[in-house]
């Protein structure tokens, strides 16, 4: 009986050092991360570094918030910020079928039809899963809408 407890109390040790192990080869995998790529660093009026228009890090591209600062309907703002947002992942060698998440930011909601519209079949026939608001106070720049996105390479 003693036996039995003493090589039950051995399995149990070894498997909480193997989990361990395994924790910290974790940890070192992580610690040895490919760096960060950025592109497009948007800076103030003191060259200060504000923002990236995209990072890349590994296999996976986050792009910034693109607006449309120009005069024009929802219909021509959420197509110009569309083919911003495929500049910058052709930039960062990605795609728009490539893309996984999309959020968008409308200046008001009633927009949200027509931007549906021109939003429909960019992505592909399978598009990203999308999350989409109306932002009190409006969209920074007079745009009527603003989308970031995240994609794998």
Not at 16 to 31: N, R, S
Not at 98 to 107: E, T, Y
Not at 127 to 147: I, N
């Amino acid at each position: 009986m003693k036996e039995q407890r003493r090589s039950t109390l051995k399995k149990l040790f070894a498997s909480i050092a193997g989990i361990t192990g395994i924790g910290l080869a974790t940890k070192a995998k992580a610690d040895a991360a490919p760096e960060k790529e950025v592109f497009n660093v948007v800076r103030d009026d003191q060259d200060v570094p504000l923002f990236s228009g995209s990072t890349k890090f590994g296999n996976m591209v986050f792009v910034a918030g693109k607006g449309a600062h120009f005069d024009g309907d929802i219909t021509a703002h959420t197509k110009h910020v569309l083919d911003e947002i495929e500049k910058e992942l052709v930039k960062a060698g990605s795609s728009m079928q490539k893309v996984l998440k999309v959020s968008v930011f409308l200046h008001d909601l009633n927009d949200y039809k027509a931007m549906n519209e021109a939003y429909k079949g960019r992505f592909g026939n399978k598009p990203p899963v999308r999350t989409t608001v109306a932002v009190y106070g409006g969209v920074p720049g007079d745009s009527l809408v603003e989308m970031d996105c995240i994609a794998y390479i």
